[in-house]
């Protein structure tokens, strides 16, 4: 059971474009999204995260949408720059109580390409 | 700069090995996690302690997997005997739990490169 899919394997974007990265989830327990960037043989880089109490975040060129009643939530990044070239993760979890903080459910990735 | 340190980075053993792998979380941080990935199951969570006590490893197999929290600056991940399906990259993180919400980051090390033949 997949509670967090990311159902685009890769996207491929003009630089100076906007980029937007897709994320859908399945547990409602969820409040706690998070989107990480991902080279070949490093960890994981935190980007952005939002929280259930807001439908909107931003930091520079990325900004995280969340859509709860869709169970959705997206990354756009304007503009789209060669650099950003990377698997980008999105993730969950649900901060009630404390305990299952950080017990993170990702998504299978998606392959971001930004042609010069 | 703060950073979540593992080491090996890469590591070749032979089946049947023990092996053992070691991640120094960002000074403060209070939860620690170890997660795999693998191309068939993508980023896994294995294990996570706080405040140096496990709390969840149930993504673990107990038979040959192991974790540890020595001490607050020390968490070690443990394979006892390793197998080629054990191949995968195993990531250290750590976060601050119990703060604002706004503060619920997690920290990924570079992850240590385990093939096991």
């Known amino acids: 059971d997949q509670q967090v899919k990311q159902n685009s394997p890769s996207l491929s974007v003009q630089e100076g474009r906007i980029s937007i990265l897709n994320c859908d989830y399945t547990?409602?327990?969820?409040?706690?999204f998070l989107w990480y960037k991902k080279y070949p043989a490093e960890g994981p880089t935190f980007l952005i995260s939002?929280?259930?109490?807001?439908d909107k975040n931003e930091d520079g060129r990325f900004t995280v949408f969340l859509n709860k009643s869709a169970k959705h939530l997206s990354l756009h990044i304007v503009p789209s720059q060669p650099g950003d070239s990377a698997v980008y993760f999105c993730?969950?979890?649900?901060?009630?109580?404390?305990?299952?903080?950080?017990?993170?459910?990702f998504g299978q990735g998606t392959i971001l390409t930004v042609h010069p | 700069d703060a950073r979540v340190t593992q080491t090996p980075r890469h590591k070749v053993t032979e089946m049947g090995q023990e092996v053992t792998m070691r991640c120094q979380p960002i000074?403060?941080?209070?939860?620690v996690f170890w997660y795999r990935q693998t191309m068939m199951q993508g980023l896994e969570l294995l294990a996570y302690?706080?405040?140096?006590?496990?709390?969840?490893d149930s993504g673990m197999p107990k038979d040959r997997f192991s974790a540890e929290m020595p001490d607050a600056t020390l968490a070690t991940l443990k394979i006892q005997p390793s197998e080629p399906r054990d191949s995968a990259v195993y990531f250290c993180?750590?976060?601050?739990?119990?703060?604002?919400?706004?503060?619920?980051?997690?920290?990924f090390g570079e992850g240590s490169w385990l093939t096991v033949v």
């Open positions: 993180a750590s976060g601050l739990a119990g703060i604002s919400l706004s503060g619920n980051t997690i920290y």
């Open positions: 547990n409602s327990m969820f409040d706690y």
């Open positions: 939002i929280s259930s109490i807001k």
């Open positions: 993730a969950a979890f649900n901060n009630a109580g404390g305990t299952s903080y950080g017990k993170l459910t």
């Open positions: 000074l403060g941080h209070n939860t």
């Open positions: 302690f706080r405040n140096r006590a496990p709390l969840d």
